[in-house]
């Protein structure tokens, strides 16, 4: 296990260094995130839904367990709020980095311990988390940020836009059709997929803000109990409530123990978040993920 994931975690130092030396300036890092989410990850989901063979009462359950464990912890953050003493900003960037995940640490880590048939049911996941996190998150900025008020409509029409979304869905979509899979256009869906992993780590690590960790000391602290140790223990109950196990149930738990995710830093700058404190939690989860990501899978016999 530790020797599928240090990799992860050294490409993501990598990207660090890189943008920390100059070696690498920031438009080529802008343009990275862009590759990647619009072209390289789209690409490398739509390929696994598009040609997969998997049992969809397994994925189901898998799902499930994660969509529970979100809404779950949504609830006990709301409860919360009133006894921590956090301002509304602060609280909307606290509730972001607990239950938003990040897609290219998960992604990677997935492939790194299960390989291809792993990635199929991340990409099934995606098609039911993706909404749910993006509109529990708007509305709960919406509620305590300080940004403009943002209607239901456009939540809704920001979700479809998603092109993680959309991937999905056209992958899934296709699969069920009885339309050809041609080798050839199937081969570059391929080498676009490949490419998007190592890219979207190194513009994970070219995000790290170190300076940011001098802030933030309570939200910080909060934020990853909830995402780094509660949020996979309650996936993993969740999971043995719903029988879910094997293969599945190890995907289930390296999304729900990965760090929070780089957008919630431009959802907060949109919406009126804490932006300052939203940098030192995506900063911090990622750091100390590199212990307690292998530590969780390790306590939760997760076995690959």
């Given amino acids: 296990m530790l020797t599928a994931l240090i990799p992860v975690f050294i490409i993501i130092l990598l990207g660090h260094l890189c943008k920390r030396a100059g070696f690498l ?3 080529f890092w802008t343009g990275a995130e ?11 989901l739509f390929e696994k839904l598009a040609t997969a063979s998997f049992d969809i009462g397994v994925a189901l359950p898998m799902a499930l367990s994660l969509i ?14 009133p006894l921590s003493g956090l301002t509304g900003p602060s609280f909307s960037s606290v509730f972001q980095g607990s239950v938003r995940f990040n897609t290219f640490v998960a992604l ?4 790194a311990l299960l390989g291809s048939s792993g990635l199929t049911l ?24 300080n940004g403009q008020r943002t209607n239901v409509r456009g939540i809704f029409l920001e979700i479809l836009r998603n092109p993680l979304i959309q991937a999905c869905l056209l992958g899934f979509l296709y699969n069920l059709s009885p339309l050809p899979q041609p080798r050839g256009l199937f081969l570059v869906f391929d080498i676009l997929g490949k490419a998007g992993l ?13 300076e940011s960790l001098k802030s933030g000391g309570q939200g910080i602290i909060l934020s990853c109990l909830v995402k780094l140790l509660l949020f996979p223990l309650s996936t993993a109950g969740f999971c043995l409530l719903l029988q879910v196990q094997g293969e599945p149930r190890a995907v289930a738990i ?10 919630a830093f431009i959802l907060a700058r949109q919406l009126g978040g804490d932006t300052d404190l939203m940098a030192s939690i ?13 530590f969780m899978l390790e306590v939760l016999k997760v076995s690959v």
């Fill in 25 to 27: 300036r920031q438009p």
């Fill in 34 to 44: 862009q590759l990647t989410y619009f072209i390289l990850f789209p690409a490398l």
């Fill in 68 to 81: 529970l464990t979100i809404l779950s912890l949504s609830l006990l953050l709301f409860l919360f709020r």
């Fill in 108 to 111: 990677a880590g997935i492939s």
């Fill in 122 to 145: 991340a990409a099934v996941l995606l098609l039911g988390m993706i909404p749910l996190i993006n509109l529990l998150c708007v509305l709960t900025l919406a509620r305590f940020g």
């Fill in 198 to 210: 190592p890219m979207g780590l190194l513009a994970v690590g070219a995000g790290l803000r170190l």
């Fill in 254 to 263: 390296i999304f729900s123990a990965v760090p929070t995710a780089v957008s």
């Fill in 282 to 294: 995506v900063t911090a989860q990622t750091v100390i993920s590199v212990a307690t990501m292998p």
